[in-house]
Each structure stands twice: as C-alpha cells, then as structure tokens.
C-alpha cells in the first residue's frame, strides 16, 4: 500500500528521532491515510479512495463531485 493521498498528495516525510542522549536515528512522518468509500452523483456509483485526514477536510469543503472532476483530470484510475 502506498501512503500517499490521492487528494492532496501527502506522502511520508523522513527526519530524525533524537534521544535525551542526542543520538540520531532515522525515522518516517507518515500521513493519516485512510480508505474511504464515497458515492459521487455525477458517476452514480462508489468510488475508494486513499486519503489522508486533510484530503478528508478538502472533499468536505469543495464537495466529492469537484475533487473527482480533478482526480479524473489527472488522469487518476478510480
């Protein structure tokens, strides 16, 4: 599985963890992806997509028919 959002295009970001002693070990900030089903008007059926918390929040605020019109127009299989 990819952890990338489909909506916004988050993806893992990588750094450091550093202990008390100040050591530095590499790790991975990974986005809050989710699999989420919606029902788009527009195609009259579900469609499953990947997405992380804020791509949740974007599709919230400009409706599921826009985001798909742009995923669709990126060329993005559904």
Not at 17 to 44: A, C, E, M
Not at 48 to 57: D, P, Q
Not at 69 to 76: I, P, W
């Amino acid at each position: 599985m990819s952890a990338t959002c489909q909506v916004t295009g988050a993806r893992p970001g990588f750094g450091k963890s550093v202990s008390h002693s100040h050591r530095r070990t590499n790790r991975r900030f990974d986005p809050n992806i989710q699999h989420k089903r919606y029902f788009v008007p527009s195609l009259g059926r579900t469609v499953r997509l990947t997405v992380s918390a804020k791509g949740m929040k974007v599709i919230d605020a400009r409706g599921i028919d826009a985001v798909v019109a742009d995923l669709l127009r990126r060329g993005e299989r559904l």
